[in-house]
């Protein structure tokens, strides 16, 4: 079991900053790959970014240049920094950690949070 714990977000004006945090917990070795997911009114969940163990990471094409993901390997947790917002990110935020455990594939989701961006 993995347990995320997720923290940021909020209403924010075109153009400014928010930064989202991820802590995981419970069975932490069994995570190959955490990742930020969203999903705005009437659309289907999109993947934002992720990022593996070994630091790799992927983009939406829609955030590249704009957001960052980014782990601290030590507190477990993951970061999404998200700069130069735009009103078409506004979505609830969802993290996920991909986990693999004796062939088994499971993802865990942590609790949405709301990001809005508006003036």
């Known amino acids: 079991q993995v347990q995320l714990a997720v923290s940021g977000g909020g209403l924010v004006q075109p153009g400014g900053s928010l930064r989202l945090s991820c802590a995981a917990s419970?069975?932490?070795?069994?995570?190959?790959?955490m990742g930020w997911y969203r999903q705005a009114p009437g659309k289907q969940r999109e993947l934002v970014a992720t990022?593996?163990?070994?630091?790799?990471?992927n983009y939406a094409d829609s955030v590249k240049g704009r957001f960052t993901i980014a782990r601290d390997n030590a507190q477990n947790t993951v970061y999404l920094q998200m700069n130069t917002l735009r009103p078409e990110d506004t979505a609830v935020y969802y993290c996920?950690?991909?986990?693999?455990?004796?062939?088994?594939?499971?993802?865990?989701w942590g609790q949405g949070t709301q990001v809005t961006v508006s003036s």
């Open positions: 990022i593996t163990v070994r630091g790799s990471t």
């Open positions: 996920n950690a991909a986990t693999l455990v004796v062939n088994l594939f499971y993802d865990y």
């Open positions: 419970g069975s932490i070795g069994s995570i190959y790959r």
